[in-house]
């Protein structure tokens, strides 16, 4: 059982968004923060905000992670949670998806998690506890239609948590891999900007406090999927049981959504 009081947590993708209101969500239960972030003035005004420690960089290098593990390591003494939600969407279709887009999403979305799990892992092994939350997507359970890269590496990021839990679990170490759906934030299309959101309708689009929340209430219950749009865990089972008749239905909003744009997906 997670007790957050006084927990040495590191929140990256911070500066806005869903990092933001996790490390909002963590604090106030009494977390002490490393808030990290590219984006260093809204970084900074989130952690004056919080009383958070910021490390502005890039959280997904090679060089980056291990700058921004050692800082937060000397200012928290150790690192007790690990929450890994820096995330990019790049590109639209195949041919708008450059080699560029492909390769920047498989380090932001997915070697990020293997970088930081490289770093801490051995530590928390010794001393046999540690918590390792990565901000996958409903895209990584289910795909999403018009960006492959997201699909791609979201489905990555979360093949890559469920390996984590599967090999170290019984050491101690826990996992969490959060998959909503729509959260209102810069990066999710607002009516009239996204294809599909508008097809499907934006009602269904959550604050990314509710996010936050369902992380707290996850790991208070210890379950690995944190899933703030409940009714993703039936969409997953669905796909697991009929996966032809899944695909056959993700055809449908596929050709909804040509019909609405008007164009072909190239
Ligand atoms: N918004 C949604 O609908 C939605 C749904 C499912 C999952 N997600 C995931 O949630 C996470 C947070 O996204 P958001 O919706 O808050 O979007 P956002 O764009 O508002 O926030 C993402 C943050 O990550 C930061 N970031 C990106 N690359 C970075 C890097 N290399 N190093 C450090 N920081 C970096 C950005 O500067 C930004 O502050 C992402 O992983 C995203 O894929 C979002």
Redo the contacts with the bound molecule.
Sequence with gaps: MQDWRGAGVVV??A?????AAIAERLQAEGARLVV????AE?LQQVADRLGAHPVA????SPE?VRALVDAATDHLGEIDVWVG?????RGEGLAGSSEQDWADSWQ??VM?HVRAAELLVPRWLERGSGRFVV?????GLLTILGQPTYAVT?HGAEAFAEWLAATYGHRGIAVHA?C????L????PGPGDGELADVIGHDG?LQ?ADVAEALVRTVAAEEFLVLPHPEVKDYFAFRGAQTDKWLRGMQRLQQRVDQTTHKLVE
């Excluded at 939600?85 to 969407?89: E, F, K, L, S």
């Excluded at 909503?180 to 959260?183: E, H, I, L, S, T």
């Excluded at 934030?185 to 999710?188: K, P």
Aim: hydrophobic share 45%; no cysteine.
């Design positions: 990256t993708g500066a806005r968004g869903i990092g990290a972030d590219v984006l809204p960089g890039d959280a997904a980056g939600n820096a995330g990019i969407a932001v979305n990020a901000t996958a997507s409903a895209a979201k959060i909503p759906q729509g959260v934030t810069d990066m999710y689009a990314p």
